[in-house]
């Protein structure tokens, strides 16, 4: 084989070795910049009106209920703190799952309501199967999913 082929096949590697470093590089540097944004706190707004509970009592939600792919249910109780899904190791739940983002979603008390937000996630929170895309008020029986973690709301 001529050696102007062979350096040529070596300069053609050299080239796609540089790009894929430069895109690896790349990625890297966005996702540490997107978690950095997602850290600062999701702005609040007025809680949409509640579902009704029987005999018109408002049905507040008391506990989560943390169904982990690989493992056993999680019970976490609604005790007016919130409540942080993600893999970063700050987060109350911590779900190790390539899905979720190192701050994925977030639980929290407001006006007296239990509200779900997403945190800028890469794949996404639902709340029964529709992608949150606001602060969505949480009511008994709904269910949350985060990555393949599923998350039932209950009284």
């Known amino acids: 084989m001529p050696p102007i082929v062979l350096l040529a096949g070596q300069a053609l590697f050299l080239l796609l070795l540089y790009l894929f470093v430069a895109r690896a590089v790349r990625v890297v540097v966005r996702d540490v910049r997107s978690s950095a944004a997602t850290a600062a706190p999701v702005p ?5 009106k509640a ?14 209920v943390v169904h982990i ?4 249910p999680r019970v976490i109780p609604l005790d007016a703190h919130d409540v ?17 983002s190192d701050h994925h ?3 929290y008390l407001t ?6 937000a997403d945190l800028g996630s890469t794949n996404g929170t639902f709340c029964n199967q529709v992608k949150v895309s606001s602060p969505t008020a949480l009511t008994p029986g709904d269910q ?3 990555g393949k973690t599923v998350v039932q709301v209950r009284r």
């Open 44 to 48: 609040r707004s007025p809680a949409p």
């Open 51 to 64: 579902r009704k509970g029987r005999k018109g009592q408002t049905a507040a939600p008391g506990e989560l």
């Open 69 to 72: 792919t690989d493992g056993r």
């Open 84 to 100: 942080t899904f993600g893999r970063a190791g700050a987060s109350t739940v911590v779900l190790d799952d390539p899905y979720v």
């Open 105 to 107: 979603a977030r639980v």
């Open 111 to 116: 006006d007296g309501q239990w509200q779900v």
């Open 144 to 146: 949350l999913g985060i």
